[in-house]
């Protein structure tokens, strides 16, 4: 568990760099995903196949997942850290 309360690594609070792409997914258990470990969450397989593919840019994920809850309860204001997700 981050210091946000979510199943995830330590989010970067640092400032964004002009070549850094940070996306964050939100959602429910699926997000979550307590059931296996961090390197195996989607959101992390997507940032290394993405981090592949673009290998002149940072790219970096976030998930906010909370099980028993669906999307449309979602806050839509994102942690500290990621006010500027690209996606």
Known sequence: VNSLGFLDS???MAAKQPDEYRI???GDSFVEAAQVGI??????????????RFSDRKISTMAL???GTG???AKPRPPL???GADV
């Open 24 to 26: 964050l997914f939100i």
């Open 65 to 67: 997942g909370f099980s």
């Open 39 to 52: 390197h195996q969450k989607f959101h992390v397989l997507v940032e290394q196949l993405l981090q592949a």
């Open 81 to 83: 850290g990621f006010e």
């Open 10 to 12: 330590e989010p970067n």
């Open 71 to 73: 999307t449309a309860a």
